[in-house]
């Protein structure tokens, strides 16, 4: 068994490093459904199944076709004529033993009228080139279920996302550049304590050079406050006087020139980092006054009993602070100093998640749930990351294509400029019109192509009417989709493959922040763009 997880180890070293092993532990346990394993969608399993999702089904009850192995490259001349699902199924299997995988030789139209339950059954459905009609089906089945949904779509030289889930909460939103928690401003006890452990004056000359820059920072301030009324530096100008005051602390050679001492020059270097304020962040009390935090019930999800549990502690022992993160960086300083210095900051953020864990007993016991439902470990996960939650909820489908709920100012304002990447999006309900209206996509003949070009003018005319949005589109753009012929050219199918599978990791393990709601990739220019729809 140990020689398994070493072995397994080994083989994701590198995503283990990303999202740990609970991350992959989540992704090893889902099961996901594509629909059409069209060259995107095998794409999309592809980036699944190398970093070892559980299992996952395919939906498709097409049978392999010229065009297929002209653009998917896990499908062979030999699989023409075979179901397209087991063929992809079979290919993908072979890239990681540690994957199971299955399919379904029906079309999703055939069980959406025969078992429509069946997608209800997976922790993600992810839905490749589907028509609009069957879209729409689909996404409301999957929203009252709240089973998260992702339609991708790749036209030509444009790839499309959209994310369709009711609300995704996630603890561990991998902040880049967040700040370290340090509380310099608003030291707790036992840091006060510590502190009054050094005195930088009186101190010899080696243990004066080996001292933590967190304490130098801290000593110094206390001298600042003397001089200035308690006020901590806030402006540039202040802050380089502190600066000058960390210098002065250097220890002087016999010639007068200030000592080399790594320390305090990293001090300097940190002032800011030491200095920033601890405050509590606005994004947490918007979730500290969300209804589903006010209102707990048995039904109620471990995050929303959790985001309670952290306001009752901040309204009490944390006195209006979040829990201590526990952690510092490293830097020059006696190893001695520095583990001692480290143990503060740990053993009171063990104490801080100790008292959330309480709060969280008393809320589980309160709403008639089992004190084991949320574990020690999660609550201490769920308090080192309290400052960077995130909570991330779409517009259903319907509501995107209903005609009174379409967000007509915002697409008028995004169209203000006329080569905005909403501009592909409106090409593409454009041509979906057309489809509905000739049962086809425009410019699939090529011989049809100068013949199209006006009917699918007039389908976007139609559309936008509609919608009551009174906006212009170039001609250019109506002539370029009408040159694609519905294409799913490799090249956009792989890329957009990539970043569907990445924000279905990030589902599937609740980390990272997911965009919020439709992601559109304009291969012509190489740019993208999303748009909350």
């Not at 029906?106 to 429509?116: A, F, R």
């Not at 840091?191 to 009054?196: C, G, S, V, W, Y």
Request: with cysteine.
């Amino acid at each position: 068994m140990a020689q398994e997880k070493v072995i397994k180890e080994q083989k994701y070293d590198r995503q283990l490093r990303l999202w740990g092993d609970h991350g992959q532990e989540a992704l090893e346990l889902s099961h996901v459904c594509l629909i059409n394993a069209t060259a995107t969608g095998t794409e999309i399993l592809k980036n699944l199944v190398l970093p070892g999702i559980g299992s996952f089904t395919i939906v498709d009850g097409n049978p392999v076709n010229g065009e297929d192995v002209g653009n998917n490259f896990f499908l062979q001349r030999s699989s023409i004529g075979k179901n397209r699902g087991q063929s992809v199924m079979e290919l993908l299997l072979e890239l990681n033993l540690d994957v199971s995988g299955n399919f379904v030789e029906e079309s999703p139209e055939q069980l959406l009228d025969n078992d429509p339950s069946f997608f209800c059954r997976f922790n993600l459905v992810v839905a490749s080139q589907l028509t609009e009609s069957t879209l729409l089906r689909l996404a409301e089945i999957l929203w009252d279920s709240s089973i998260p949904f992702l339609v991708c779509r790749t036209y030509g030289l444009i790839g499309y996302m959209r994310i369709v889930v009711k609300e995704h909460t996630v603890i561990e939103s991998h902040p880049d550049n967040a700040l370290e928690d340090l509380r310099l401003d608003q030291p707790f006890s036992e840091l006060r304590d510590h502190l009054q452990s050094y005195n930088l004056d009186n101190m010899e000359r080696k243990d004066h050079s080996h001292t933590p820059w967190i304490v130098v920072v801290a000593k110094c301030l206390e001298k600042w406050y003397n001089e200035n009324n308690g006020q901590i530096p806030k402006s540039y100008k202040e802050k380089e006087a502190f600066r000058e005051l960390i210098r002065r602390g250097m220890l002087k050679k016999e010639n007068g020139v200030p000592e080399d001492e790594e320390n305090f020059e990293e001090a300097i270097k940190n002032v800011n980092t030491a200095l920033n304020a601890t405050k509590m962040p606005s994004s947490i009390n918007e979730l500290f006054n969300d209804e589903r935090c006010i209102n707990l019930s048995q039904e109620s999800p471990p995050f929303w009993i959790l985001v309670r549990a952290l306001k009752e502690f901040v309204a009490r022992e944390g006195r209006g602070n979040l829990p201590v993160r526990g952690t510092i960086p490293d830097m020059i300083a006696d190893s001695d100093k520095f583990i001692r210095l480290q143990s503060v900051y740990r053993e009171k953020a063990k104490k801080d998640a100790a008292a959330v864990e309480d709060h969280v007993a008393k809320l589980l016991q309160s709403i008639g749930r089992l004190p084991e439902s949320i574990q020690p470990k999660d609550i201490r996960l769920f308090c080192r990351n309290a400052a960077f939650l995130r909570v991330t909820r779409c517009r259903s489908l319907a509501e995107e294509y209903s005609w009174d709920t379409v967000k007509k100012d915002e697409i008028a304002s995004w169209m203000d400029n006329a080569d905005s990447e909403i501009v592909l999006y409106l090409m593409l309900r454009a041509v979906d019109r057309f489809r509905k209206q000739h049962g086809r996509y425009p410019g699939v003949y090529n011989c049809q192509v100068e013949d199209d070009i006006g009917k699918l003018k007039s389908s976007l005319t139609g559309f936008l009417q509609e919608y009551g949005l009174s906006v212009i589109v170039k001609d250019d753009y109506i002539h370029e989709f009408c040159r694609y012929g519905a294409a799913e050219p490799h090249t956009i199918a792989a890329f957009l493959g990539g970043a569907a599978a990445q924000e279905i990791i990030k589902i599937i393990t609740g980390q990272f922040v997911i965009f919020n709601n439709t992601f559109i990739y304009n291969g012509m220019s190489q740019t993208s763009a999303t748009f909350q729809l």
